[in-house]
C-alpha cells in the first residue's frame, strides 16, 4: 500500500464530490471552502472548452464603468468583460480624459458617457459600477460614491491603500447590504479549485508552512509587495483558511532598515511606500507559518512569483493567475534529489491530466468573477473574493510596515489603522 493520491484516486474522490463537474467549490469571504452552496443557487453545468460552464445569473444588471486614462486607465482590461455578458445593460461610462473617454466609447457602445463619474452615478439608476483604474488612490473616493448611489462594484486591485479608507468603505456597504468583488482573478481559477480539494484530501499531508514571491524585478521590495504581493496573499490566505494573528517583518533600504527619510509617495497611488527588499513572516490561527519574500532586481526566468504549499506528505506549488498552472510533489522530504519522486503538473482536471479548459486569458478570469458577483448578490452570499478578502489582503500588506516600525512581531488584526509609514519617527 502506498500513501500517494494517485490520478484515480482523486478522480474518484471528485466524483464522489460532485466536484468533477463544477471544479468551483465556493469560499466563504475568509477563503475557507463552503460545505455547501446556497440553497437558492442552481447546479453548474459540465465543463466547456472555455472553462466551467457559469451558473447563469437570473436578472439583468445596468451597469456603470470608471475608467481614468492616464491615472490606472481601465486597469487590466476590466471594462472589455461586461460587453460579453447578456444579461447587462451597458448604460454609460466616465473617464476625465476626453481621449481616454473617446475610446471607451467606441471599445464599449454604452448609452451615454459623462467627463465626472459623480455625474454618472448621480444621474443613471445603476444596478453594479465597475471601478477599473489600477491607481489605488482614486479607489476609496470611487467606493465611496458607489456606495451612495448603492451599487454592487466589480473592482481592480489593490483595495485602498489605507485602512482608514477599507474600514470605512467595509461599513458603508455592509449598512446597505452591497457587494464587492476585486478582480484578483487567480480565486476564481478552476485550477485553485482543484488544488484546495488536494488538500483537504490529503494530497501532501498536513499544511505546515507557505512561501511566497513577488515578481523581484524594478519594482522589488515594497512596491512588489503591494502590487503582486497582494495576490501571493490571497492565496495564503486560501491554503491557510483564513487571517493570520501575528506578522514580523524587516523591511530595508540597501540594507539598511528603513527611516522616515526613506518615504516617498508611491507609484500607481500606492501612498506612503519605503523598501527595496521586503521579508515577512506570518503566523496563521492552525499553526501554518507563511512568508513573503522580494528583493530589488533580482528577477528569475522563469519568474519565482508564486506561492509553495509545503505540507507533512509533499509539496504543491501555484502560480497566480486564472487558469495558472499548479505542480505537486508528493514527497514529505521535500527533497527530489534524495527522495527521487518527480514533480507533476495539476490542472483543472487533475494530477498529471491534460487542461481541458482552453481561456485562460484574464478576461475569462474576469467574467468567471463577474459572473460569481452578481449570483453572489443574487444569493445573499459573499463572492469569492469579497470585501472582507481585500480588506485582509490589505492588512497583510501594512503589518509590514508596522511590524518593521515598532521593531517587533505584532498582533493582527491592527489595533492601529493609521497607515505605518506616516507615523514612523
Same mark, same amino acid.
Given at each position: 500500500?502506498?500513501?500517494?493520491?494517485?490520478?484515480?484516486?482523486?478522480?474518484?474522490?471528485?466524483?464522489?464530490?460532485?466536484?468533477?463537474?463544477?471544479?468551483?467549490?465556493t469560499?466563504?469571504?475568509m477563503g475557507?471552502?463552503?460545505?455547501e452552496?446556497?440553497?437558492?443557487?442552481?447546479?453548474?453545468?459540465?465543463?466547456?472548452?472555455?472553462?466551467?460552464?457559469?451558473?447563469?445569473?437570473?436578472?439583468?444588471?445596468?451597469?456603470?464603468?470608471?475608467?481614468?486614462?492616464?491615472?490606472?486607465d481601465?486597469g487590466?482590461?476590466?471594462?472589455?468583460?461586461?460587453?460579453?455578458?447578456?444579461?447587462?445593460?451597458?448604460?454609460?461610462?466616465a473617464?476625465?480624459?476626453?481621449q481616454g473617454?473617446a475610446?471607451?466609447?467606441?471599445?464599449?457602445r454604452?448609452q451615454?458617457?459623462?467627463?465626472?463619474?459623480?455625474?454618472?452615478?448621480?444621474?443613471?439608476?445603476l444596478?453594479?459600477?465597475?471601478?477599473?483604474?489600477?491607481?489605488?488612490?482614486?479607489?476609496?473616493?470611487?467606493?465611496?460614491?458607489?456606495?451612495?448611489?448603492?451599487?454592487?462594484?466589480?473592482?481592480?486591485k489593490?483595495?485602498?491603500? $489605507?485602512?482608514?479608507?477599507? &474600514?470605512? /468603505? #467595509?461599513?458603508?456597504?455592509?449598512?446597505?447590504n452591497?457587494?464587492? =468583488? +476585486?478582480?484578483?482573478?487567480?480565486?476564481?481559477?478552476?485550477?485553485?479549485?482543484?488544488?484546495?480539494?488536494?488538500?483537504?484530501h490529503?494530497?501532501?499531508?498536513?499544511?505546515?508552512?507557505?512561501?511566497?514571491?513577488?515578481?523581484?524585478?524594478?519594482?522589488?521590495?515594497?512596491?512588489?509587495?503591494?502590487?503582486?504581493?497582494?495576490?501571493?496573499?490571497?492565496?495564503?490566505? $486560501?491554503?491557510?483558511?483564513? &487571517?493570520? /494573528? #501575528?506578522?514580523?517583518?524587516?523591511?530595508?533600504?540597501?540594507?539598511? =532598515? +528603513?527611516?522616515?527619510?526613506?518615504?516617498?509617495?508611491?507609484?500607481?497611488?500606492?501612498g506612503?511606500?519605503?523598501?527595496?527588499?521586503?521579508?515577512?513572516?506570518?503566523?496563521?490561527?492552525?499553526?501554518?507559518s507563511?512568508?513573503?519574500?522580494?528583493?530589488?532586481?533580482?528577477?528569475?526566468?522563469?519568474?519565482?512569483?508564486?506561492?509553495?504549499?509545503?505540507g507533512?506528505?509533499?509539496?504543491?506549488?501555484i502560480?497566480?493567475?486564472?487558469?495558472?498552472p499548479?505542480?505537486?510533489?508528493?514527497d514529505?522530504?521535500?527533497?527530489?534529489?534524495?527522495?527521487?519522486?518527480?514533480?507533476?503538473k495539476?490542472?483543472?482536471?487533475?494530477i498529471?491530466?491534460?487542461?481541458?479548459i482552453?481561456?485562460?486569458?484574464?478576461?475569462?478570469?474576469?467574467?468567471?468573477?463577474?459572473a460569481?458577483?452578481?449570483?453572489?448578490?443574487?444569493?445573499?452570499?459573499?463572492?469569492?473574493?469579497?470585501?472582507?478578502?481585500?480588506?485582509?489582503?490589505?492588512?497583510?500588506?501594512?503589518?509590514?510596515?508596522e511590524s518593521?516600525?515598532?521593531?517587533?512581531?505584532?498582533?493582527?488584526?491592527?489595533?492601529?489603522?493609521?497607515?505605518?509609514?506616516?507615523l514612523l519617527?
Amino acid at each position: 500500500m502506498t500513501n500517494r493520491l494517485t490520478r484515480r484516486g482523486f478522480q474518484c474522490s471528485l466524483v464522489a464530490t460532485g466536484l468533477l463537474a463544477s471544479l468551483s467549490p465556493t469560499r466563504s469571504a475568509m477563503g475557507t471552502l463552503a460545505e455547501e452552496p446556497s440553497p437558492n443557487e442552481p447546479t453548474p453545468n459540465e465543463p466547456t472548452p472555455n472553462g466551467p460552464s457559469p451558473i447563469k445569473p437570473a436578472r439583468q444588471y445596468r451597469v456603470g464603468i470608471i475608467g481614468a486614462t492616464g491615472r490606472g486607465d481601465y486597469g487590466h482590461a476590466v471594462d472589455v468583460p461586461f460587453t460579453r455578458l447578456p444579461n447587462v445593460e451597458l448604460v454609460a461610462c466616465a473617464d476625465a480624459n476626453p481621449q481616454g473617454l473617446a475610446k471607451a466609447v467606441e471599445r464599449l457602445r454604452p448609452q451615454k458617457s459623462y467627463a465626472d463619474y459623480h455625474e454618472m452615478l448621480s444621474r443613471e439608476s445603476l444596478d453594479l459600477v465597475a471601478i477599473c483604474p489600477r491607481w489605488i488612490d482614486q479607489h476609496f473616493e470611487m467606493l465611496s460614491a458607489a456606495a451612495q448611489a448603492n451599487c454592487h462594484v466589480y473592482m481592480e486591485k489593490p483595495f485602498c491603500p $489605507s485602512l482608514v479608507e477599507c &474600514d470605512k /468603505i #467595509r461599513k458603508d456597504f455592509e449598512a446597505k447590504n452591497l457587494k464587492l =468583488a +476585486i478582480a484578483h482573478t487567480g480565486q476564481y481559477s478552476p485550477v485553485l479549485a482543484t488544488v484546495l480539494e488536494l488538500v483537504r484530501h490529503g494530497a501532501i499531508g498536513e499544511v505546515l508552512e507557505l512561501r511566497g514571491r513577488g515578481k523581484e524585478d524594478h519594482r522589488g521590495g515594497a512596491e512588489d509587495l503591494w502590487v503582486l504581493g497582494s495576490h501571493i496573499f490571497a492565496l495564503m490566505r $486560501s491554503f491557510a483558511q483564513g &487571517d493570520p /494573528i #501575528r506578522c514580523s517583518a524587516r523591511i530595508e533600504v540597501q540594507g539598511q =532598515a +528603513i527611516r522616515k527619510e526613506h518615504v516617498v509617495d508611491g507609484n500607481e497611488g500606492l501612498g506612503p511606500l519605503a523598501g527595496d527588499h521586503v521579508q515577512a513572516h506570518y503566523t496563521f490561527p492552525n499553526g501554518i507559518s507563511g512568508s513573503f519574500g522580494s528583493r530589488k532586481s533580482m528577477a528569475a526566468n522563469p519568474s519565482r512569483f508564486a506561492l509553495q504549499v509545503f505540507g507533512s506528505k509533499g509539496v504543491l506549488e501555484i502560480e497566480s493567475g486564472y487558469l495558472a498552472p499548479a505542480y505537486i510533489l508528493q514527497d514529505g522530504s521535500w527533497s527530489p534529489g534524495r527522495s527521487g519522486k518527480k514533480w507533476e503538473k495539476v490542472t483543472s482536471a487533475g494530477i498529471g491530466l491534460d487542461e481541458p479548459i482552453q481561456d485562460g486569458t484574464y478576461q475569462a478570469g474576469h467574467l468567471a468573477a463577474i459572473a460569481d458577483l452578481m449570483l453572489a448578490i443574487e444569493n445573499q452570499r459573499e463572492p469569492k473574493c469579497s470585501l472582507g478578502d481585500a480588506l485582509g489582503i490589505t492588512e497583510m500588506i501594512l503589518a509590514t510596515f508596522e511590524s518593521q516600525r515598532v521593531g517587533h512581531e505584532i498582533a493582527l488584526p491592527l489595533e492601529s489603522r493609521v497607515h505605518p509609514l506616516t507615523l514612523l519617527g
